[in-house]
């Protein structure tokens, strides 16, 4: 039965379908007085939005942010035309068992105080690592406080790992190290590439249609170092970049799937409903990126 609402939903927008577009979103912000780089980092990727001429979507939560002057950098983006959605205060996995329910909406009701008067908000959630519940209790529990504040979900239809880049990128930067930087910007690049075109292979697959995509990525100082560069590399591979309102319009982000434990990428769970074999569990995470490192010449100590 899913599985043909899911197919008559995409069916009627076929003839809309054109190239594959995506949008950029960016979790977490940063905390200023935790690193001293955060206002730098944070301007750099709204310079290179801004060069490219792209609206995008920051989620911040609070407890990477930290006080008012994390609040202040991350109001910046309202600032500059772009979209503000909730993360969550305390970034916690709904999937881990000592997360209870009433915990984690009074967690999101305590973000959405924090955030909602910031110009360019929208009430929007990303659940922290794309965990969106390990029971039916708190995976409906949460989509029925979301209906009942008015929000929208803050899906993501292309997951990667840019986070365990990043951490590589900034071990290699404090040593100074400019050859595996560069290696490392090839291989980041591609692990992109790589995992844009698999979960739109996994949607023509289920859907039969190229989504409008939103890519998650994060506020870190990898991004602010080689943004401009993935930006080309994407439109260079026929990628066409559109802002997050435009996206989240695709009513693929309507679905409200019954897989257990919930979340990852909307596309991933789209792909268990109809039963696709070999999907990851977690879609992505850091292990699964050492054979990519490799043959950028990277030789990860695992
Ligand atoms: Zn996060």
Redesign the pocket.
């Known amino acids: 039965m899913l599985k043909q609402i899911i197919l008559s939903l995409c069916l009627s927008i076929s003839n809309l379908a054109i190239a594959k577009s995506l949008a950029l979103s960016f979790?977490?912000g940063l905390d200023p007085t935790v690193n001293m780089a955060a206002r730098q980092i944070n301007n750099d990727i709204l310079s290179a939005l801004k060069q490219n001429k792209i609206s995008a979507i920051v989620y911040p939560?609070v407890s990477k942010i930290g006080g008012q002057a994390g609040l202040d950098i991350i109001a910046e983006w309202g600032k500059q035309g772009h979209r503000i959605g909730n993360?969550s205060n305390l970034?916690q996995s709904l999937n881990k068992d000592e997360v209870t329910l009433p915990n984690y909406l009074n967690d999101m009701q305590q973000a959405h105080q924090t955030f909602s008067s910031l110009k360019g908000f929208v009430p929007r959630y990303r659940f922290?690592?794309l965990k969106e519940g390990n029971t039916q209790a708190k995976r409906d529990g949460v989509r029925q406080w979301l209906s009942t504040h008015h929000y929208q979900p803050g899906a993501v239809s292309i997951d990667a790992s840019d986070w365990y880049y990043n951490q590589l990128f900034l071990k290699y930067q404090q040593a100074n190290d400019q050859e595996s930087l560069n290696k490392l910007k090839q291989a980041y690049i591609a692990h992109l590439l790589d995992r844009a075109n698999y979960y739109d292979q996994l949607a023509l697959k289920t859907l039969g249609r190229s989504p409008q995509h939103v890519l998650l990525l994060h506020v870190r100082a990898m991004n602010a170092a080689w943004l401009d560069e993935v930006i080309q590399a994407f439109q260079q591979q026929g990628w066409n970049f559109i802002d997050s309102d435009t996206a989240y319009q695709d009513p693929v982000y309507k679905l409200q799937l019954q897989v257990l434990p919930a979340g990852e990428s909307i596309l991933w769970s789209i792909a268990k409903v109809y039963g696709v074999e070999n999907l990851r569990y977690p879609a992505e995470d850091a292990p699964y990126e050492y054979a990519n490192l490799q043959k950028f010449g990277l030789n990860i100590e695992q």
Do not use: A, C, Q
């Open positions: 979790d977490d939560s993360h970034h922290p690592f």
